[in-house]
C-alpha cells in the first residue's frame, strides 16, 4: 500500500521560513503531478502548488506565488514545499497529495487520488 508522509511543520514567526517534505512509500508508485493543499480551521481547502511529475512544471496559487516554491526529487520520490516569508494568514494543516491521471486540473482537489495525514503550520504574528 502506498502513503504519502509529510513532514516539515511547525510554529514560526511571521517573515519566516519552513521547508515541508513529502515522501512516497510503499509499492513502486508513480504519479503525473503532486501537489501541496492547505486548510485553516472553517475555511474550505485550498490549493497552494503543484509540480508535475515528469516536466517539472510549477502551478501556484495567487497566494502564495513569490514566496513558495515547489520541487522534486525524483529518485526519492519526494516533493518538497519551500515556504519564505510566512504570514499568520498561511497558518494551517497543509496536506500532500499524488494525481495518478488526466482529468481535473492540478488546482483541483478533486484530481488527486492519494492524499497525506498533513502537517500543521502554525505562523505567530
Known amino acids: 500500500q502506498v502513503q504519502l508522509v509529510e513532514s516539515g511543520g511547525g510554529l514560526v514567526q511571521a517573515g519566516g521560513s519552513l521547508r515541508l517534505s513529502c515522501a512516497a512509500s510503499?509499492?513502486?508508485?508513480?504519479?503525473?503531478?503532486r501537489g501541496w493543499f492547505r486548510q485553516a480551521p472553517g475555511k474550505e481547502r485550498e490549493f497552494v502548488a503543484a509540480?508535475?511529475?515528469?516536466?517539472?512544471?510549477?502551478y501556484y496559487g495567487d497566494s502564495v506565488k513569490g514566496r513558495f516554491t515547489i520541487s522534486r526529487d525524483n529518485a526519492k520520490n519526494t516533493v518538497y514545499l519551500q515556504m519564505n516569508s510566512l504570514k499568520p494568514e498561511d497558518t494551517a494543516v497543509y496536506y500532500c497529495?499524488?494525481?495518478?491521471?488526466?482529468?481535473?486540473?492540478?488546482?483541483?482537489?478533486?484530481?488527486?487520488?492519494?492524499w497525506g495525514q498533513g502537517t500543521q503550520v502554525t505562523v505567530s504574528s
Open positions: 510503499g509499492r513502486t508508485f508513480s504519479s503525473v503531478a
Open positions: 497529495a499524488a494525481k495518478s491521471g488526466p482529468g481535473f486540473e492540478v488546482n483541483t482537489a478533486r484530481g488527486y487520488d492519494l
Open positions: 509540480i508535475s511529475w515528469s516536466t517539472g512544471r510549477t
